[in-house]
């Protein structure tokens, strides 16, 4: 079950409204993503709680109707 | 048979395996046979540091599917556990993997030698 890049941007956009988000579209079959995301919000914690962040975010859809989301999630880096 | 009206059994099945061996991989398909892309890579970056492990295939079982996703609470498969905690999915330790992170926690963690 596809979904398209911009709900999934809207979703995150959401979620993260100050950060830097860029959305991939591996595989161009609106199913396989990438999302590097940028956000003050992941600062001081493991990446594993960083991802659950981005889950929560997506409200069920990961596993769902996004079969695929590559995350490269990380922190501003100051004077940026 | 699964048994669908037994939620917890899959609960206690994931918190004694982890228990019982340092490093659990829940996995799609098997070590040797990989039935999914993400899988096939986690499985392919243990074996080169040549950190033993234990897969478990979860598409043998429903209710395992499943529980595991709300035992971490996360989403996909394949799961990483070291020693009973969580690491992460494919990219996660696809980035430790390549940052050298993850040669130095397996060490630290006493399941890789030094």
């Not at chain 1, 591996?26 to 493991?46: E, M, N």
Request: net charge negative.
């Amino acid at each position: 079950m596809p979904m398209s890049a911009t709900a999934l941007e809207d979703d995150l956009r959401d979620a993260f409204p100050e950060a830097v988000i860029e959305i991939q579209d591996l595989a161009g079959d609106g199913d396989h993503y990438k999302a590097r995301i940028v956000s003050a919000a992941f600062a001081g914690l493991p990446r594993v709680r960083q991802h659950q962040l981005v889950y929560a975010a997506l409200k069920g859809k990961m596993g769902g109707e996004l079969h695929a989301l590559a995350l490269e999630t990380s922190v501003p880096v100051a004077g940026s | 048979m699964t048994d669908p009206a037994a939620p917890t059994s899959a609960d206690q099945f994931i918190a004694k395996i982890i228990a019982d061996h340092a490093v659990v991989l829940f996995m799609k398909g098997v070590p040797d046979q990989p039935r999914c892309g993400f899988s096939a890579v986690t499985v392919q970056i243990l074996d080169h540091l040549g950190v033993e492990f234990v897969g478990v295939d979860v598409l043998q079982d429903d209710n395992l599917r499943n529980g595991i996703k709300t035992f971490s609470d996360w989403p996909t498969i394949p799961q990483l556990y070291v020693k009973g905690e969580f690491i992460g999915g494919s990219d996660i330790v696809r980035e430790m993997f390549q940052s050298g992170e993850l040669k130095a926690f397996m060490s630290g963690h006493g399941v890789l030698e030094a």
